[in-house]
């Protein structure tokens, strides 16, 4: 089935940028939509972002919308999230998650998880 990995993470000052990858390996299906996740400590996963297969539809939380960024390329099998203007409050794992057909912000819906990445945004 289809693996991810995250990676990018690390420690930034408020107001800093990173860039997150999310690489897919194993057999990657037309239709293939993957989105963004985070999970900071002692509360719920919560939904970041999506990207559908072509690219042409994404969602944001409210939380990042005008902040963060997701692209992806196919031809590399690979998802990103561009994070600028980073605050405390974004501190969490990051997972990157895949599912088949239309882009949604449920975990619920999405069959295929990365191990996760932290990031850490100081004051």
């Known amino acids: 089935q289809v693996q991810l990995v995250e990676s990018g993470g690390g420690l930034v000052q408020a107001g800093g940028s990173l860039r997150l990858s999310c690489a897919a390996s194993?057999?990657?299906?037309?239709?293939?939509?993957t989105g963004w996740f985070r999970q900071a400590p002692g509360k719920e996963r919560e939904f970041v972002a999506v990207?559908?297969?072509?690219?042409?539809?994404?969602l944001y939380a409210d939380s990042v919308k005008g902040r963060f960024t997701i692209s992806r390329d196919n031809a590399k099998n690979t998802v990103y999230l561009q994070m600028n203007s980073l605050k405390p409050e974004d501190t969490a794992v990051y997972y990157c998650?895949?599912?088949?057909?239309?882009?949604?912000?449920?975990?619920?819906?999405?069959?295929?998880w990365g191990q996760g990445t932290q990031v850490t945004v100081s004051s």
């Open positions: 194993g057999r990657t299906f037309i239709g293939l939509a």
């Open positions: 998650a895949a599912k088949l057909g239309v882009v949604s912000g449920l975990s619920k819906d999405f069959a295929s």
């Open positions: 990207i559908s297969w072509s690219g042409g539809s994404t």
